[in-house]
């Protein structure tokens, strides 16, 4: 059995990746001689804001989700099966395939941080595309050119050095709106580092609360006769060094035996615990308004109408499509690319699928509702 086909034979390997980070290893702490902060550092912000609060990252992992598909239509029909081919198989970084794979990386980089890159990697033998690769931001860097109307890219190496992208062309940026005369755009995330600061002061002061209440503390009083037999000094170390044994065995039942008047309360268990549902809900509202995403979608039970979950369904969509408009344009350099370098006219459309099931469910209502009408206009012409 042939473990490459022919197809396979000519595959091309020479590649190269602009926006990959070239590492000069020198020593093992190479980092330090060339070390440079970073100065966005909200990029970092965002990605612990997406690990620290759940809610956010189910959220936009959601939107990404339902962004949906697309599809290629093409005039040719060559042109058709070899664009249908490079959707499907087209190498994605490292180790993904397809298209849509780069398309659900490229738009949470955008959801999360504001701003997406991407390259179209091309053989060097004959131009053609190789692979998509999504850059990290870390590692790229905007700035103003002499024209307001574009853009230098520059990579950041290793050591600290940077490097101007010889080809931009074949670089892919998104920005999600952004300010005028800005060269990166504004997170989705913009606003909620300081609701979501007071949302895990509340977890985390839940935890230690509930860590308490596990793991009781006591509080031991003893109180001395007046015949004074006995040192107080000696009976209070006896006491305690008998307490101390008899919590120390947990598997077992031990009881404490004590001579005098000796009482044991536990340490705040007559203080309250203050309720926090009415301040969380206020805060995850802030959240879900901001995402823009309906709070059924998130497991959050709320108080809702069918009405009221309609509305909701059709702000999505229009979010929905907002960000397909954003997509657009990397969608339509990539398949204009990839059409001129096979030979094929760079004539297509591109045709998303419907967001959800309810569009399909309300097309096909309003169509047969037109054609009762137009049933019905032509039976009274006919009378």
Known sequence: MK????RDKGVDNECVVQTS???????????????SPLNRTQFELYKTL?????????AINKLVRLVGTFEIKCSDKNAQKAMDDFLKYVQVNRTGVGFMQFLYVHLDELLTYGTSVSEIVVSSKNSKIRALYNASLKSVELKRSKNPLLCDMYVKNEDGTKRRVKRPELICVSTLNPEPDMLYGESVLKGLPFVSSILLKIFNTIG????????VRFAINYK???????STKHRAQEIAR????AMRDKTNVCDFVSVGDVSVKVIGADNQVLSCDVEIRHILEQIVAKLSIPPFLLGL?????ERMSAQQADILTSELEYYRTILNPVIRKICRYFLRSNGFGDSFEIMWSNINLQDETQLASARLDNAKAMQIEREIGEV
Request: avoid cysteine; proline fraction near 6%; aromatic fraction near 14%.
């Open 3 to 6: 473990l490459l086909s022919k």
């Open 21 to 35: 980070r070239q590492s000069s290893f020198q020593h093992p702490f190479y980092a330090l001689d060339g070390y």
């Open 50 to 58: 997406r690990e620290a609060v759940p809610v956010i990252d189910a």
């Open 208 to 215: 230690v609360n509930f860590e308490r209440v596990g793991n």
């Open 224 to 230: 001395p006769d007046d015949k004074g037999t006995v």
């Open 242 to 245: 008998e307490w101390s044994k």
């Open 301 to 305: 039970s709320w108080s809702s109408t």
